[in-house]
């Protein structure tokens, strides 16, 4: 089996799989949300510091399986440098330790193989990835082969998400939040979808966000209960008809048969209702990860690990290195993956 290990950002998390049946045997996460909620986001020492005391406390309970470990999967890249590096720390000691190889796992990759969690891989088929850190339109058709079609230019959905939030003072994170208030609101705020004049297939969240920025500012202190329902309807609504407009420009270009939505946004339940409706239009088949497996999780990295293994893209404990900006240049659209 593969014991999987991820650590790219505020969840700290273990896996073990099995190799030729691909059963998922354990799996635990540990989330940080609570301790990072005071400040309204990630605090990349305060994460690193409670990864270092968590890994090993998930680690204990996999203890009867570590002789049955053939290969440690751990997510180098990308994420916060301080947090990537207790993953890789501890994948390293665990390569020395029990003599097997090293499996680096792209954080991305990750999440499109959590479709696949404890099922066969179906690629090839067009993947949006929107979590707190990006927003991409993916053309993904092997493990090797994974290109980018379209990425945002500024914030990512999720970080839109999150900073409503934050101005709204609804705490961290802020997804879940948002998305519970617009249920209980009206999209009477009139804010403009990015980019509707743009001709270019991206994404751009920036002037959304100060949209919304703008319109706390004006209800002051006397914004309402009712406002604050109310703007997180208006600003849900125009973020996910931005994600429509573009993922349908797509659609035009490419005859997707199969498409997925992954990530920790994948979650949104008016996102996946949308998307279902657009690609029921365009006559392709949606996939949805399990709720349990959208955020950052070890049973994705376990399940690419995989496919990683298979490959034997294997490394010693000297060799593997931590990729941090990699996200930046991913987010620029500058490389595949």
Known sequence: MILSIESSCDDSSLALTKIDTRELLFHKKISQELAHSTYGGVVPELAARLHAAALPKILEETAPYLKEIQAIAVTNEPGLSVSLLEGVMMAKALSIALAVPIVPINHLKGHIYSLFIEQEEKLPMGVLLVSGGHTQIL???????????????????????????????????????????????????????????????????????????????????SISQQDMYDIAASFQDAAINHILKQCEKIFKQNAFKEFAIVGGASANQMLREKMGDLCEKFGT?????????????????????????????????HEIKINPKTSQALLQGKMSF
């Not at 409503?164 to 948002?178: D, E, Q, S, V, W």
């Not at 497996?293 to 376990?302: E, L, Q």
């Open 139 to 221: 053309d993904a058709k092997s493990y090797d082969d994974i290109k980018i079609l379209a990425s945002t230019l500024d914030d990512s959905f999720g970080e839109s998400f999150d900073k409503t939030a934050k101005m709204l003072r609804l705490g961290y994170p802020g997804g879940n939040i948002i998305e519970e208030y617009a249920k209980l609101g009206q999209k009477r705020f009139n804010f403009t979808i990015p980019m509707q004049k743009s001709k270019n297939i991206a994404f751009s969240y920036s002037g959304l966000k100060n949209q919304v920025r703008v319109a706390v500012q004006k209800l002051g202190e």
């Open 285 to 317: 088949k949606l996939y949805l990860p399990p709720l349990e497996f959208c955020s950052d999780n070890a049973a994705m990295i376990g399940r690419a690990g995989i496919e990683a293994y298979g490959l034997k893209r294997f490394v010693l404990p």
